[in-house]
Every structure is written in structure tokens, then in C-alpha cells.
């Protein structure tokens, strides 16, 4: 069993930045990702990690704003996100799935944290 843990969201202006964090405890799977839903949409692809960060994986609409990362020794994997928008409001989720693939489908994904809520105001 896999328990994920999120924290770091907040209220942040546009233009600002925001890191959020996601603790993993019990199995350690190898591709974590992170996604987001804002209310009335579908949840989203936001990027993923594989392993110590060798491999990695963005939406477009978040390339180059945002960054994944991994620390293995605290088992967590961060959010830095530079440069935020409007438009990234919503709730984020940290997930975990077995294997290597780089999936950006949540449908692959076996574990799912409860979320943490990020308003960007403009």
C-alpha cells in the first residue's frame, strides 16, 4: 500500500510562485505525477518523474513555468511552480503507478493523494 501526502497550496498572485510538496510512505513506486482538476473540469496532466529525476514529463500548458522533482531520500516529490496564472487555479493531486512508462493518464495511475487547493489570483 501506498499512502501520498500533499501540502505547499495556497492563495498566490499572478506572476508569483508556489512549491508544493508530496510525501509517499509504504511501497515506493517508481512514476509519480502530479495532476490538477479546477471545478466543472476534468482532471489534467500537470507532469511526472520517473526514478531520481532522470526522466521527466510536462504539459504543455505548464512547460517551462514548472518543475518536477524528487528527493529519494525523503521519498517526496515537489511542484515548483514559477511564473503561475489564473488559469492554474485549481486543486492538485500527487499520484503514483507502477512500471516506468511516463503516463499522463490518470487512469494508469494506482494511488492518489486527497489534494491541496491552489487560488492564483490576478
Known amino acids: 500500500q501506498v499512502q501520498l501526502v500533499e501540502s505547499g497550496g495556497g492563495l498566490v498572485q499572478a506572476g508569483g510562485s508556489l512549491t508544493l510538496s508530496c510525501a509517499a510512505s509504504g511501497r515506493t513506486l517508481y512514476v509519480m505525477g502530479w495532476f490538477r482538476q479546477a471545478p466543472g473540469k476534468e482532471r489534467e496532466f500537470v507532469a511526472a518523474?520517473?526514478?531520481?529525476?532522470?526522466?521527466?514529463s510536462y504539459a504543455d500548458s505548464v512547460k517551462g513555468r514548472f518543475t518536477i522533482s524528487r528527493d529519494t531520500t525523503k521519498n517526496t516529490v515537489y511542484l515548483q511552480m514559477n511564473s503561475v496564472k489564473p488559469e492554474d487555479t485549481a486543486a492538485y493531486y500527487c499520484?503514483?503507478?507502477?512500471?516506468?512508462?511516463?503516463?499522463?493518464?490518470?487512469?494508469?495511475?494506482?494511488?492518489w493523494g486527497q489534494g491541496t487547493q491552489v487560488t492564483v489570483s490576478s
Open positions: 499520484a503514483a503507478k507502477g512500471g516506468l512508462y511516463l503516463s499522463g493518464n490518470a487512469k494508469e495511475y494506482d494511488y
Open positions: 518523474i520517473r526514478g531520481s529525476g532522470a526522466s521527466t
